[in-house]
């Protein structure tokens, strides 16, 4: 059973950092891209980045470049985003996603259970 | 970056009413859209991909049609499970975009 299970979200201040973490289950990890998308407190979704199998391609939102660093471990299944510079707009649910196939034309399936980033200060 | 608009943004049915949801893209983007359904307090799920392809498991009375800018999801005989927030997302060029949602609640 394919299971992604998100750690590492809580409240940090303003211009903090927050590191993510993302461990996948029931597939082959280092065969999948996989994806980050958040959904701030009653808003809709945003992608926030991806990464192929071994890490040469990455991209991420304009929101976010510069600022957060997604990146892979495939020996111990799990995936990363490092959160610096953090604002209060950032505050939002945090999931991680796989992507099924190469990036263009795929889809995120499945997502894991989410992670909450609360900027306050 | 490549717009997403729905339509309607909310709507209020019945049970066993059919519901049509509408995504349009700023760009032609073949038929690299997919859909998703999220209940509250819940991650998305998948429902379709690749415009019109049915997620392995998820109820046939589901269905997606559509090429170039112009998306459509079906609901054919809605359950009460499937009052949820629907969103349509491209992924024909990054960064990958989401439509704002489409909430569908009971009547």
């Known amino acids: 059973q394919v299971h992604l299970v998100e750690s590492g979200g809580g409240l940090v201040e303003p211009g903090g950092s927050l590191r993510l973490s993302c461990a996948a289950s029931?597939?082959?990890?280092?065969?999948?891209?996989m994806s980050w998308i958040r959904q701030a407190p009653g808003k809709g979704l945003e992608w926030l980045s991806y990464?192929?199998?071994?890490?040469?391609?990455?991209y991420y939102a304009d929101s976010v470049k510069g600022r957060f660093t997604i990146s892979r471990d495939n020996a111990k299944n799990s995936l990363y985003l490092q959160m610096n510079s953090l604002r209060v707009e950032d505050t939002a649910i945090y999931y991680c996603?796989?992507?099924?196939?190469?990036?263009?034309?795929?889809?995120?399936?499945?997502w894991g259970q989410g992670t909450l980033v609360t900027v306050s200060s | 970056d490549i717009q997403m608009t729905q339509s309607p943004s909310s709507l209020s049915a019945s049970v066993g009413d059919r519901v049509t949801i509408t995504c349009r893209t700023s760009q032609r983007v073949s038929t690299y859209v997919n859909w998703y359904q999220q209940k509250p307090g819940k991650a998305p799920n998948l429902l379709i991909y690749a415009s019109s392809s049915l997620r392995s498991g998820v109820p046939s009375r589901f269905s997606g049609t559509g090429s170039g800018t112009d998306f459509t999801l079906t609901i054919n005989s809605l359950q009460p499970e499937d009052f949820a927030v629907y969103y349509c997302?491209?992924?024909?060029?990054?960064?990958?975009?989401f439509g704002p949602g489409t909430k569908v609640d009971i009547k």
């Open positions: 990464i192929d199998t071994s890490s040469p391609s990455i």
């Open positions: 997302q491209q992924s024909y060029s990054i960064p990958f975009t």
């Open positions: 996603a796989r992507l099924p196939t190469s990036s263009i034309g795929s889809w995120f399936d499945p």
């Open positions: 029931g597939f082959i990890f280092k065969d999948y891209y």
